[in-house]
């Protein structure tokens, strides 16, 4: 980050400002139109004219974004900027529970694969569900569901009578588990070819270094995680009390 003093008694342009987060003077300016930044000063000739307040809000929202994403980034700083604390709280409290909900899946993949290479697997006591279930406990559309049958990542039964589709326990094991590598933006030809594997046991390699790397990325996400927390909570320290 480019250390810049400000431009006149303590205010920053906003090339000022983009210099020193390595964006452009337009970036700047659209953030502060949308909300992620406060509202900023006027010159007389309408041009704006940034604090260290602002600057703060800049570095808050670009470490936000390593850890939560663009557009939680950008709710929880306009909650924010409208004094709206709970609502930009709530926001990163669901962030936490999906990144919470992505180890603990990853935990059991890893678990199944163990069982899978290491040695038979144990009889199933649990019924089949319809697809449904599985939309509703991933988060998903049964149509992304039956998209990836499609892809061959999914083989779901069939219900005899009905002919509906019905996820076995190994099936949502498969659904969670392509679910895990989708997040991590591995394509749905890469993510069948390791459930394939996973099928027959024979491909542990590749799927562990699948779920090695994507674990490594939970990782450095819930770290940007405390980083965008604390940019947040100097911003937060820094705009001037109501």
Not at 183 to 199: K, N, P, S
């Amino acid at each position: 980050m480019e250390a810049v003093k400000p431009s006149n008694g303590g205010k920053y342009r906003p090339v000022d400002l983009a210099r020193r987060h390595g964006l452009s003077a337009q970036a700047v300016r659209n953030y502060e139109r949308e909300g992620v930044l406060p509202p900023a000063e006027r010159t007389l000739n309408g041009y704006r004219r940034f604090t260290e307040v602002h600057a703060k809000a800049l570095s808050a929202y670009l470490a936000l974004i390593v850890g939560h994403g663009h557009a939680a980034s950008g709710d929880i700083m306009r909650a924010v900027n409208r004094g709206e604390i709970d609502t930009a709280l709530r926001t990163i409290d669901q962030s936490h529970g999906l990144l919470h909900r992505d180890r603990e899946t990853l935990d059991a993949v890893e678990t199944a694969v163990a069982t899978l290479v290491g040695a038979e697997p144990a009889p199933q006591t649990r019924a089949a569900v319809p697809i449904s279930v599985v939309a509703h406990r991933l988060g998903l559309r049964p149509a992304t569901l039956r998209k990836w049958e499609l892809a061959g990542v999914l083989r779901p039964q069939r219900d005899p009578g009905t002919r509906h589709r019905v996820y076995a326990p190994d099936d949502v094991r498969d659904a969670e588990l392509a679910h895990l590598l989708r997040r991590g933006g591995y394509r749905l030809d890469h993510i069948a070819t390791v459930l394939r594997r996973v099928r027959d046991a024979g491909g542990a390699e590749a799927l562990a270094g699948s779920l090695s790397q994507w674990r490594k990325r939970l990782t450095e996400r819930g770290q940007a995680m405390l980083t965008g927390a604390g940019r947040l909570a100097e911003y937060l320290d820094s705009r001037p009390q109501p």
